[in-house]
């Protein structure tokens, strides 16, 4: 049963290697990655041209997960990813389905 989804957003310079992760990843059946524009971020984690325009460019993933799969994955993520610059949060699954 589907508790959790998971966001990831990452910056262009590492969306394939984290996207190749999440393929090798068995927990993860299905993922949905998109171009994103980010918000807020220091200004040492931009270029000059994102500074001036206020935003920069990420990748934003989204995987639906069970909590222990979620916890586990997690994990293996922040070994794997630390220090790249990656930001992740949780958000409650009401409900998730296929429409058939």
Sequence with gaps: MTELCLTI?????????VLDTLLMTP???????????AHG???AQMS??????GMAAMTEIKAL??????EALLRFLK?????????Y????V???????
């Design 41 to 43: 971020l220091s200004h």
């Design 89 to 92: 949060w949780l958000i409650p």
């Design 65 to 70: 997960l069970t909590r222990a799969d979620c």
């Design 94 to 100: 009401i409900e998730a389905g296929e429409f058939a």
């Design 48 to 53: 000059a041209t994102e500074q001036v325009m």
């Design 9 to 17: 957003v990452c910056p262009p310079a590492f969306e394939e290697r």
């Design 27 to 37: 927990q993860v059946a299905f993922f949905t990655s998109t171009r994103a524009a």
């Design 79 to 87: 070994e794997k990813f630390s220090g790249f610059g990656l930001k």
